[in-house]
């Protein structure tokens, strides 16, 4: 008789953490916000806390205990300097993760991590608004900023612009401007990295403020106050 599911994945934990963390850490975000060994062990810690609570949601046949332990990271995330796109990416990679061990799209462990990743999205409000335009946001930035990179830099500068969009949401959800000012303040060292040439950051904040313009007049005004700090990191 095959064991269950939740057992199944148990048994793969292991296998799911090295794999999970191995697709994290091609972003050298990590590495350099945390540290190379930090990153390497707070890594394994969070993917076996995702897992671990995957086998209880199994367990139980209860998705909703994932979309509990969602919530439970919000405040992990901002003390340690990530967004809420951080941890979806951590969840995104646990899924591909999951299907290369037999469970693919529409199993149980997917269908868990799906909540949790809906569970990810603020129910309403500002910020809500801004995660939802997140998508039309980047790509309208993009492409204004279309001629600063080869069409094959395109893509990760979209993905780029998401990430600091979900900066953006995550400090309107707090109400703490301070959020994305200290996210500003460590990123501008971090940005060379990146690896878009002449693209200064900068540049690339100045383009969010244009589009969000009238449609986030609130994020937009965050936005610059963030600017401003940043500024001040040059003197």
């Not at 990743?117 to 998508?135: F, M, T, V």
């Amino acid at each position: 008789m095959e064991p269950p599911l939740s057992r199944q994945v148990e048994a793969r934990a292991d296998v799911l953490v090295q794999a999970t963390l191995e697709a994290l850490h091609q972003d050298p975000f990590w590495e350099a916000r945390e540290g190379a060994e930090r990153a390497r062990l707070q890594g394994a810690e969070d993917v076996r806390a995702h897992v671990r609570h995957l086998v209880q949601s199994l367990d139980a046949h209860q998705p909703s205990i994932m979309e509990s332990y969602v919530h439970s990271l919000r405040a992990l995330r901002i003390s340690r300097g990530l967004s809420t796109l951080h941890l979806d990416t951590h969840f995104l990679r646990l899924g591909a993760a999951l299907e290369a061990q037999g469970f693919g799209p529409g199993t149980e462990p997917q269908e868990h991590l799906r909540v949790a990743r809906e569970a990810l999205h603020y129910p309403s409000g500002l910020a809500r608004r801004l995660q939802d335009d997140a998508p039309e946001l980047s790509h309208a930035a993009t492409a204004r900023l279309r001629f600063y990179l080869t069409p094959e830099d395109l893509p990760r500068l979209e993905e780029e612009l998401r990430l600091q969009l979900s900066y953006l949401a995550d400090a309107l959800d707090e109400g703490r401007p301070e959020v994305m000012a200290d996210h500003v303040r460590w990123y501008v060292g971090f940005w060379p990295r990146r690896g878009f040439g002449l693209l200064a950051f900068t540049t690339v904040l100045g383009m969010l403020k244009a589009v969000l313009a009238s449609r986030h007049p609130q994020a937009r005004l965050l936005l610059a106050t963030a600017g401003v700090s940043w500024e001040e990191t040059r003197s």
